[in-house]
């Protein structure tokens, strides 16, 4: 996906007829070609649309760029799309490891009635949660909640530790 976005993108600037497209409608583009991504395009135009009102252009807008800064603009803008990639593929793993955790769907965490995977029913806890990760990201917060000793000799009150079920139907039954 990345590869035809940067080569989508690198169309587009050759196409541009000599003059250098902002980086404004590049990410236009690629909120285009993913909608996901919609929010993060818009997010940078915002931020290019501030940094432009700071920083004066270095060339006027009818001149173009020589080939050099062209293709020094491009790397950048690969670069740029690739970290954001990157990023975006280990959010997704860090998504689906919590849900996983806490029993959700990790798409939509089921607030999405549409949602092809759980058609919006896929709340935290309507599946079982994988132990492991539960016990991963749940488990230190559980642990930190827990009462601690009035004195420091006096033991510690057991911990109540949550129920990890086996089937969704065993949440329902309790």
């Given at each position: ?56 252009e ?49 798409l ?6 549409e ?14 949660p ?45």
């Amino acid at each position: 996906m990345a590869e035809d976005l940067v080569r989508s993108m690198l169309e587009n600037l050759a196409s541009s007829g000599g003059r250098k497209p902002a980086m404004s409608e590049l990410l236009v583009q690629l909120g285009e070609s993913d909608p996901r991504l919609g929010l993060l395009a818009q997010y940078f135009a915002q931020r290019e649309a501030n940094g432009a009102e700071q920083e004066p252009e270095c060339l006027p807008p009818d001149e173009p760029a020589p080939r050099g800064e062209r293709r020094a603009a491009v790397e950048k803008l690969r670069r740029l799309v690739q970290r954001m990639y990157s990023e975006l593929e280990a959010l997704r793993e860090r998504n689906d490891s919590v849900a996983a955790a806490l029993g959700a769907c990790h798409l939509c965490w089921g607030e999405d009635p549409e949602c092809e995977v759980c058609a919006g029913e896929g709340a935290p806890g309507s599946n079982a949660p994988d132990e492991a990760l539960f016990a991963h990201y749940v488990g230190p917060m559980i642990r930190r909640l827990r009462p601690r000793p009035s004195h420091p000799g006096s033991p510690q009150p057991a911990a109540v530790a949550p129920r990890v079920a086996d089937s969704p139907q065993s949440y329902h039954d309790n």
